[in-house]
Nanobody, 122 residues
């Protein structure tokens, strides 16, 4: 399976942005899909993930502001980001792992997209 993330950009604090991740190569409806981010000088961290049947999990830092969703008919993963803060500035990556167990660690995701940059200005 191949992943391609897009939708990043520059937004003011308090604004919104929606990221998309196009999936190709295999039917991804059986995959756990995740979003991670990496800020300059920091390690890549978990943002949100969604199981094949729609169960979701969020990092505390984004809970209540971000919404992860998937459209299996369109082979696309989304991350709706609201009430953005300057500390949300990072490169955002989508990732996939086969199966139904949701993990928050990068080591459990063998497949990654190329990343899309989100910059939130204060």
């Amino acid at each position: 399976v191949q992943l391609q993330a897009f939708g990043g950009g520059l937004v003011q604090a308090g604004g919104s942005l929606r990221l998309s991740c196009a999936v190709s190569g295999r039917t991804y409806s059986s995959y756990v899909m995740g979003w991670f981010r990496q800020a300059p000088g920091k390690e890549r961290e978990f943002v949100a993930a969604i199981k094949p049947r729609g169960v979701t999990s969020y990092a505390e830092a984004v809970k209540g502001r971000f919404i992860i969703s998937r459209d299996d008919a369109k082979d696309t993963l989304y991350l709706q980001m609201n009430s953005l803060k300057p500390e949300d500035t990072a490169i955002y990556y989508c990732a996939a792992r086969e199966g139904s167990i949701l993990h928050r660690s990068t080591e459990y995701y063998p497949t990654w997209g190329q990343g899309t940059l989100v910059t939130v200005s204060s």
